[in-house]
């Protein structure tokens, strides 16, 4: 059975890393379903999340063949309990009449308004994957004008240092 | 601390990794790095294409298992790598790939002979490097040589702008050893793992190892022999493992897959245990996956973890080395004997033999089988370099094997063209070894411009070339599966004793079985290299076969003979 899995690694700071993960996955047919990249706390070294729809099986071969290249530093496979969360923006099509409702809706899922124009506005939502595909399901009768996601950025819940490999 | 120019750098390094030869094509891109080579206490073999020079630095590797190093120049010198490092890449083959690149201001323009080199190889290199400044180089090429070598080894390119090849720079050997070494420790098998797999071999009545290059590479040929004697479990080889272990050892049953013995996929398709050491499940190897050893659990040692459950999903996957697993296996398992399945390993064998070509007499006729089995008896303990097509498999079948890396061969990428240069670079590395190339008159007309390579370097190569007037194995597909239809299938070759004599070399010509110990001993006589063409059989095939996608044990065998042998022919 397929299902998404959330790969952790901290690469070396250096051209070309990026080419070499995305190589690997297009190669190797891993299908990504995000992959974000920042600056990591270490310096020198960037962070990234990736994450893939595979069976554990697979899941577990994408995080042996990322141990191979060389500038990973480290690489964790992240458990279901573990903590990942998704940005978005959302600008939704609403005009006075309809904007309480839209207000409201915000509310629940703890978005935030970060531009308000006469016929439409812009929402922030950060959650999990899922919260963050219902968020938008649920504004899209609104009319969804644009659309903009982070994909994952996830973090161990707990606290040891990101170490190579995968947990036995 | 001294200051040298990049060049000198590059030399200096290679010279402190113990490299004494260099596979190589000058061009303006590299040239900076060919005039320090004039001070350097390094050999340079020139070759006549670039792609001959990454197999002789694949074939020097094999031969030796040191690093190959290969050394081109930007743009077409570079692109002409491709193939070779990927055939490295396939087979694991440390080597270490030097190319020329623009200057680093003219990168990203278009500049002439500007190629993206490091983004064509990416994905056919362990790793590779773009290094643009004088003073990263040492550490790089330290890096690029540890990494070729470490863990499962295989090609890393190294990418040399014109300008840092120009630039001085301080050289710090010491200050230049790998850093990020430490981030991939060998890995240890785990007591719970060799517990486990002691476990299941204590249960299995009818266990295989599969053994494979895993074995060479990692320096197990002892600890695995010793094994499997200790419990009496008969060894099938991959393509890639003939060699590692012993051919003629009572365990041994000889190569697997699509054109394995019969009785070694049988033996396969029957065991309940299958001890996999340093191989991969190659679809060569297991036919129709669905029904491969149906019976059989499956314990997988490697040391490339990604390997695991990639095509064959298995019982147990010890990731080490096979070395260190076999040992901590060995130390703790008590011997035993498995007579029953022994004897009836030995009633498959005996029914397969009334089949094989050694026992059908010649008529006459020269049999492709018949010359590498000859050529076995004459020189047994030479290294032999094949080519790729039915001449690759009959080498695989009929020449036993013995030593470790007594064969070299394309096994992952089945690159036509590799055995001559691939020879070549094996001789280099062990002069006084007695080398021979086994081509197809395809093959080797892929590659026979190093025949010239070969004569400037006076190197004693033997080269038969088996000739039947087709492209062998693609013919042999055709007639089994597209109904004879011979599409581009049949091939023209040039006198190739006038051709090996117009290089200078040697060369004879043998179209009956009796002219063959005769022509040999000429060949072996002869100081520099010497060739012999032999006219064989024209539609013959390789048997047994396992069509692609069918199961191990669903093989095409050679036709029962009528009358059997009467000929004598050795049947060992
Ligand atoms: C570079 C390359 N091109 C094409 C092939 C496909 N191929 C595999 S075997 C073969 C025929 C080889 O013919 P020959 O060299 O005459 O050897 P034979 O099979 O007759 O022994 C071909 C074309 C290949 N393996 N490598």
New interface residues.
């Given amino acids: 059975m397929t299902e998404s899995h959330c790969i952790l690694a901290l690469l070396?700071d250096e051209?070309?890393v990026l080419?070499?993960v995305a190589?690997l996955c297009r190669?190797r047919a891993f299908n990504i379903q995000s992959l974000t990249v920042s600056p990591a706390s270490e310096p020198g070294a960037s962070r990234m999340t990736l994450v893939v729809e595979a069976t554990e099986?697979g899941a577990?071969?994408v995080v042996?063949?990322l141990?191979?290249?060389?500038?990973?530093?480290?690489v964790d496979l992240l458990q279901s309990g573990d903590l990942a969360r998704d940005l978005c923006l959302a600008r939704v099509a609403c005009g006075p009449a309809a904007r309480p409702a839209v207000l409201q809706l915000a509310e629940v899922f703890r978005a935030r308004v970060v531009d308000l124009a006469a016929d439409s506005l812009v929402l922030e939502c950060t959650g999990n994957r899922t919260k963050v595909d219902r968020f938008i399901e649920v504004l899209r009768p609104y009319g969804l004008l644009d659309l903009g996601r982070s994909g994952a950025v996830a973090m161990a819940r707990n606290s040891e240092p990101l170490a190579?490999g995968i947990p036995? | 601390m001294p200051e040298l120019t990049g060049a000198q750098i590059l030399w200096e390094c290679l010279a402190r990794e113990g490299v004494d030869t260099v596979f190589g094509y000058p061009g303006g891109a590299i040239l900076p790095a060919y005039d320090a080579l004039v001070d350097a206490p390094i050999h340079h073999v020139l070759v006549r294409h670039e792609q001959g020079a990454c197999h002789m630095a694949d074939g020097y590797a094999r031969a030796s298992g040191r690093v190959g190093v290969v050394v081109a120049t930007s743009g077409p010198g570079a692109t002409n790598l491709v193939t070779g490092l990927a055939t490295a890449m396939l087979d694991s083959t440390p080597l270490v790939a030097i190319t020329g690149q623009v200057g680093s201001g003219l990168l990203g323009t278009d500049a002439f002979q500007e190629v993206d080199v490091t983004g064509v190889t990416l994905p056919i290199t362990k790793h590779n490097y773009l290094v643009t400044r004088a003073e990263d180089l040492a550490g790089v090429l330290r890096e690029a040589f540890a990494v070729a070598r470490g863990g499962r080894p295989g090609p890393v390119l190294v990418d040399i702008t014109k300008d840092a090849q120009q630039a001085r720079a301080a050289f710090d050997w010491d200050a230049a050893a790998p850093k990020r070494q430490h981030r991939r420790p060998t890995p240890q098998a785990s007591i719970a793992d060799l517990d486990q797999a002691l476990a299941m071999l204590a249960q299995a009545e009818r266990p295989v190892i599969l053994a494979g290059h895993g074995i060479t590479l990692g320096g197990a040929r002892d600890v695995v022999q010793r094994f499997a004697e200790s419990q009496d479990i008969p060894y099938a080889c991959t393509l890639l493992g003939l060699g590692a272990l012993p051919a003629t050892h009572e365990l041994a049953l000889g190569m697997m897959g699509m054109h394995g013995e019969a009785w070694v996929n049988q033996a396969i398709q029957e065991a309940d245990l299958l001890l996999a050491l340093g191989m991969r499940f190659d679809d060569r190897v297991t036919g129709k996956l669905s029904s491969y050893a149906p019976k059989a659990k499956k314990i997988h040692v490697d040391i490339d973890r990604s390997e695991f459950n990639k095509n064959v999903s298995v019982d147990l996957a010890i990731h080490g080395d096979v070395q260190s697993v076999v040992e901590g296996l060995l130390a703790q398992a008590t011997p035993r004997e498995r007579p029953d399945w022994r004897a009836r390993l030995r009633a498959l064998r005996g029914d397969a033999s009334v089949r094989d070509i050694q026992s059908l007499p010649d008529h006459g006729v020269l049999y492709a089988a018949h010359v590498i089995h000859d050529l076995w008896r004459l020189c047994p303990e030479a290294t032999v370099v094949t080519d790729v097509g039915q001449h690759q498999m009959w080498e695989a079948q009929y020449w036993r094997h013995e030593g470790e890396r007594s064969l070299i061969t394309s096994g992952g990428l089945g690159t036509m063209g590799f055995a001559l240069p691939a020879a070549l670079g094996a001789q280099k590395a062990r002069p006084d070894q007695e080398v021979w190339v086994v081509a197809g008159d395809g093959g080797f007309q892929m590659t026979s411009c190093e025949l010239m390579t070969a004569v400037q370097e006076g190197l004693p190569l033997r080269i038969a070339v088996i000739n039947n007037g087709f492209l062998g194995m693609v013919r042999q597909w055709q007639e089994f599966f597209y109904e004879r239809r011979y599409a581009a299938s049949p091939i023209q070759s040039p006198d190739f004793v006038k051709l090996a004599e117009a290089y200078g070399l040697t060369a004879f010509r043998v179209d009956s079985r009796g002219q063959i110990a005769e022509a040999v001993a000429k060949a072996r006589a002869v100081t520099g290299p010497s060739l012999i063409e032999f006219r064989v059989q024209q539609e013959d095939s390789v048997f047994p076969m396992v069509p692609a996608g069918a199961a191990l044990d669903e093989m095409i065998r050679r036709p029962a003979p009528s009358v059997l042998a009467e000929t004598g022919a050795d049947t060992a």
């Fill in positions: 070396d051209p070309g080419d070499r190589a190669r099986i577990r071969r042996a063949h141990e191979k290249l060389v500038n990973v530093q480290s190579l036995a």
